[in-house]
């Protein structure tokens, strides 16, 4: 691996593409801490507490809790890109559109994402009202007209930001290197990874520092981070392991003479991947099943609301049944839907039979067609099950497990009589509130990072392996140029 990043760093025009995709990074990444007029968002992200919010503040790489102008992140465009992908199965015009005109195809996603952007806007514009994140709200509330001068620029700024990070996506896929919404999604997620390594340093620091029993939960604490950390490299490894694995169809080509040569009659393979089909079942499953909660908690729908809209999002939401359940089948339709639509088994056949190919004991045309399409689809569901699994396990059993291990080690230290202390005198409140506040914040972390640590590791390995398939793939084109 170091060796082809070497190869490729030292060729010239693909160093020219690592380097313009690292710029666009830096400026999406300079686009995440730029303010928005009329928003102070101080602590904003403490209002997720482990919902949908949370999840879409880490595709936003934390710009969703700071409110700046990326905030809306790559949502929108992976939302529209998901309803004209749809739309081209069911109306058969645009399908001919998507596959004879790509630009007029791209143009129509642009329109889209603009009408998401603004929508999704409108939304977080209400959030932050609700929340009292407006800067010049109590001037506001003497001039009722000064809300709608406020609301028009903030929203303007979302839809401006989500239609820049929808530029930046392009020029990726056009002079870059990988998928322009992958890359981001990559940069976004592990920007986060700074903050959970402190928060495990704080969970262990703290313990020592407080507890009267530092022998014993100052020890709990360390082992309970290095096998967290362990844990997560190990499912790293097995991702990869699983990513890289096929299932081959032996081809035995027919011998033929030409001339005074004889061609073929050597045996070769049809290699099938078990992921075939990579992140993009994850990151369209997350974004559907994500939408709905999402706009409730922008319209300031919370689990304490009551009425139908309360019940709604307690049912929706990431703790409860439906959630998993229907990121499950999700992931798996998705996986189906995007091997249908990337893999087709008759054009393998007609093209075994025209190269005198043919699999050993099927005949050719289309009993060969389907044969592959009954292989494919056993395989399309393994590594569907495998996705499905990875993404909706930590949902289901993470953040209880985790929520009551970290609790047990800080309150079982003896931190919370030490919060106690220091709340009993006036003098050093300020400080008990500010270790209630690490506490507080270690746990809602950990426990966001659990529940969506499945979706965001199989999205950051996965964009990982297929840029440098993709690398490796220029490397090869421009070895074999020579002989061309």
């Excluded at 593409?17 to 690292?22: A, D, E, G, S």
């Excluded at 004209?84 to 058969?92: K, M, S, T």
């Excluded at 099943?289 to 049912?315: H, K, M, Q, Y």
């Excluded at 060969?368 to 996705?387: H, N, Q, W």
Aim: net charge positive; hydrophobic share 50%.
């Amino acid at each position: 691996m170091l060796q082809t990043l070497k190869n490729a760093w030292n060729t010239k025009d693909i160093r020219s593409k690592i380097i313009f995709t690292l710029f666009i990074l830096v400026l999406y990444r300079i686009g995440t801490v730029i303010p928005v007029p009329f928003v102070s968002a101080n602590n904003f992200n403490s209002y997720f507490g482990g919902t949908i919010l949370d999840y879409m503040n880490t595709l936003s790489g934390g710009s969703l809790g700071t409110a700046t102008l990326f905030a809306l992140g790559v949502s929108p465009y992976i939302n529209a890109s998901i309803i004209i992908q749809l739309l081209a199965v069911v109306f058969p015009r645009l399908g001919e559109i998507a596959k004879e005109d790509k630009e007029k195809m791209n143009f129509i996603t642009r329109i889209v994402t603009v009408i998401l952007a603004i929508v999704t806007a409108i939304g977080y514009y209400f959030l932050l009202k609700n929340s009292g994140m407006l800067a010049n709200a109590a001037n506001a509330d003497d001039n009722p007209g000064a809300y709608w001068f406020y609301g028009i620029v903030i929203v303007a700024c979302y839809v401006a930001g989500a239609s820049i990070i929808m530029w930046l996506a392009e020029r990726i896929n056009e002079r870059g290197l990988g998928n322009g919404i992958s890359i981001i999604l990559f940069a976004n997620i592990i920007s986060s990874l700074p903050s959970l390594v402190y928060n495990l340093v704080s969970l262990v620091i703290s313990t020592y520092q407080y507890s009267e029993k530092a022998w014993l939960y100052g020890i709990v604490s360390t082992l309970f981070a290095l096998v967290l950390l362990a844990s997560l490299v190990a499912l790293v490894i097995f991702v990869i392991w699983v990513t890289g694995s096929e299932r081959r169809i032996p081809v035995q080509y027919a011998k033929r003479v030409v001339g005074r040569k004889m061609y073929g009659g050597q045996s070769s393979n049809i290699p099938l991947k078990v992921n075939m089909t990579g992140v993009m079942p994850i990151i369209f499953a997350s974004s559907i099943v994500s939408l709905v909660p999402t706009i409730l908690a922008l319209c300031g729908v919370t689990s304490d609301t009551e009425g139908f809209w309360g019940t709604l999002n307690r049912i929706l939401a990431s703790n409860g049944v439906v959630y998993p359940v229907t990121l499950f089948i999700l992931i798996i339709a998705f996986s189906y839907f995007y091997t249908t639509i990337t893999f087709d088994p008759m054009e393998v056949a007609n093209n075994l039979k025209k190269q005198g190919g043919a699999i050993p004991g099927i005949r050719q045309g289309r009993p060969t067609a389907d044969y592959i399409r009954k292989i494919l689809g056993k395989v399309t569901l393994v590594g569907a099950l495998f996705l499905s699994i990875i993404a909706v396990a930590p949902v289901v059993f993470g953040p209880h497990v985790l929520q009551h291990i970290v609790e047990w080690i800080m309150n079982g230290s003896d931190l919370a009589k030490e919060i106690a202390k220091y709340t009993a005198d006036s003098s050093t409140s300020w400080y008990a509130t500010y270790l209630q506040s690490q506490i507080d914040s270690t746990v809602s972390s950990l426990t966001s990072m659990f529940t969506f640590g499945g979706t965001s590791l199989l999205i950051v390995v996965g964009v990982a392996i297929e840029t440098f398939r993709e690398l490796e793939a220029q490397l090869t084109m421009r070895n074999y140029k020579g002989f061309l």
